[in-house]
């Protein structure tokens, strides 16, 4: 078995994951990325993975090479540039624990910690204030539902 594997920088690791896991392969994918996880290396290691079909051994492979990597004191992102692989690891609550990300950049933001900053705190303003104060007269309730939780009367505005 062989894994396509570069450094992105001194500090990331990326092994390309271009094919199903399942029973056959397994053990040896395992074999391979562990191999690649030396104990003075880098500091993180990105599994890109190539393929939006993900198999029950896919994530168990995932999670048990996460594991050996943080043993070694080395941080472990996942790149699922599907959308289907994506929707795998999050219907199994692993998009967190995996630091799942959709493109190479995003998940070496991921490896060191870091997410990703909303569109709204990008467009942010220096002052540090995100929108335009409240208008004068304007409703005191805040929160998604402010505008439902006040009374409706027909015809009135």
Do not use: W
């Not at 080395?74 to 795998?88: L, P």
């Amino acid at each position: 078995m062989f894994l396509l594997s570069y450094h992105l920088d001194a500090a990331h690791l990326v092994v390309e994951l271009g094919e199903v896991v399942d029973l056959d392969n397994e053990a040896a994918i395992e074999r391979e990325i562990v191999r690649l996880l030396p104990c003075c290396g880098p500091r993180a290691i990105i599994v890109d993975i190539r393929t939006p079909l993900l198999t029950p051994r896919a994530l168990g492979l995932l999670l048990r090479v996460r594991g050996q990597a943080e043993e070694r004191g080395v941080s472990m992102a996942v790149v699922a540039g599907y959308d289907k692989a994506r929707e795998i690891l999050g219907s199994a609550g692993l998009h967190r624990v995996l630091r799942v990300a959709a493109t190479l950049p995003g998940a070496e933001l991921r490896s060191r910690g870091c997410r990703p900053v909303p569109e709204a705190s990008r467009n942010a303003r220096p002052g540090g204030r995100r929108s335009a104060p409240p208008a004068a007269g304007a409703s005191p309730l805040r929160g998604p539902y402010a505008d439902t939780s006040r009374p409706r009367v027909p015809g009135k505005r």
